[in-house]
C-alpha cells in the first residue's frame, strides 16, 4: 500500500501554502517517546502539557517538543533541558533559548507577548538569551502522528546530524505527513516539504547569508496559508530572496479567494489573489486514516505591481 507522502509526490501536489501558522514557537526538549498528541502523551506531565496548550491558545503561539537526533531509547527525562522561543515576522525576528530544571516554570511566560514578538519575559523569568549559534533545522519525525514522519523524516535528520550539521532537532509535528520528510528553520521559520540532505544544506547556506531557498518550500509560518502562496509567488516573480525584504501588508477576503497585499523594503507594493482549490482525485491525506479526501490548495491566479496612487489608495 502506497504512503500518503508517495500519493502526494506522484501526484505533484503543490507546496505552496501548506506550512504550519505560528508567528511565534515555543520548543521545549522532551526526549523519549512521543505519542499521536506530544505534549500530553510523553514524558513530559500531561497535566502540564495541557496547561501549556491552554495558556498557548489563541496568542499566535505554537509550542512543539524537540529531541535529539538518534535512537530515543527510554533513558528518563534529563535533569536539564533546552528551551527555544522563535518569533518569525519580518522586521522583528529572533531566537532566544535557555535551559530549564523544572518545565513547569514556563507557566509563567507571557504568551501574548511572545505571539507580539515581545521576549522580555522570557529573558526574565527564565534568564534566557538571544541564540548566537547556527540556524535550527526542525524535522517531524513523530510516527505516531503518520508513519512517513518516522520512515522519512528521522534517517534525514540522523543524516544531518552524522554528517555534522549544527543546530538539528526532531520535532514532534509540523503538519502536512505527506510532504514528509519536511522540516522547519529558524529564525525565519519557513517550512519546506520532500526535503533530502543536499537540499537542507543549500537551504542551511541560505539562511547563513540571510536568503530564502524557494525550492521546495511551503511557505513562511508567519503567514496565514494565502498569504504563503502570494509571498512565495512574489519571489519567485521578481527573483528576490532576500530574507527580510519582503511583508504581508494584509489580507482581504474569504475562502475560496483573497487579496494579499504585500510590501518590499524599498517601497514596491503587490497585489496577488489567492484562490482556494481542491486536490483532485481523491487521496489519503495521511497514512493514519483510509478515508480518501482533496486537500485545499492555494492557487496564485493573479500578480501585479501596484503603483505609488493605487498602494496610497488601497
Not at 150 to 163: H, S, T
Request: net charge positive; aromatic share 4%.
Amino acid at each position: 500500500m502506497s504512503t500518503c507522502s508517495t500519493v502526494s509526490r506522484d501526484l505533484d501536489e503543490p507546496l505552496a501554502g501548506t506550512a504550519a501558522t505560528a508567528r511565534t514557537w515555543l520548543l521545549l526538549e522532551q526526549p523519549g517517546p512521543w505519542g499521536v498528541k506530544a505534549l500530553t502523551s510523553s514524558h513530559l506531565d500531561p497535566a502540564l502539557g495541557r496547561a501549556l496548550e491552554k495558556a498557548a491558545k489563541g496568542t499566535g503561539v505554537r509550542i512543539a517538543l524537540i529531541r535529539r537526533p538518534g535512537r530515543h531509547v527510554d533513558h528518563g527525562t534529563p535533569a536539564e533541558r533546552r528551551v527555544y522561543v522563535a518569533h518569525t515576522v519580518p522586521g522583528n525576528t529572533w531566537v532566544h533559548t535557555t535551559t530549564v530544571t523544572d518545565p513547569t516554570r514556563l507557566l509563567h511566560l507571557d504568551f501574548a507577548a511572545l505571539g507580539r514578538g515581545d521576549h522580555r519575559r522570557f529573558d526574565s523569568v527564565l534568564q534566557g538569551a538571544p541564540h548566537t549559534g547556527d540556524p535550527l533545522v526542525l524535522v517531524c519525525t513523530n510516527g505516531k502522528r503518520d508513519r512517513c514522519c518516522a520512515l522519512l523524516g528521522r534517517p534525514l535528520a540522523a543524516e544531518l546530524a552524522a554528517a555534522g550539521t549544527e543546530g538539528v532537532w526532531e520535532v514532534t509535528h509540523l503538519g502536512g505527513h505527506r510532504f514528509s520528510p519536511t522540516l522547519l528553520v529558524l529564525p525565519y521559520g519557513y517550512a519546506y516539504g520532500r526535503a533530502d540532505a543536499h537540499a537542507v544544506r543549500e537551504i542551511l547556506r541560505g539562511v547563513r547569508a540571510g536568503r530564502i531557498v524557494t525550492a521546495g518550500c511551503r511557505g513562511s509560518s508567519a503567514w496565514d496559508r494565502p498569504a504563503q502562496a502570494a509571498e512565495l509567488a512574489v519571489r519567485t516573480a521578481v527573483g528576490e530572496d532576500a530574507a527580510r525584504a519582503l511583508s504581508v501588508v494584509r489580507t482581504d477576503g474569504t475562502a475560496p479567494r483573497w487579496e494579499v497585499t504585500l510590501a518590499h523594503l524599498d517601497g514596491r507594493h503587490w497585489r496577488v489573489v489567492v484562490t482556494q482549490g481542491a486536490s483532485q482525485p481523491p487521496r489519503p491525506e495521511s497514512c493514519g486514516t483510509s478515508a480518501l479526501g482533496s486537500p485545499a490548495r492555494m492557487e496564485v491566479t493573479e500578480l501585479r505591481e501596484l503603483t505609488l496612487t493605487s498602494s496610497l489608495a488601497s
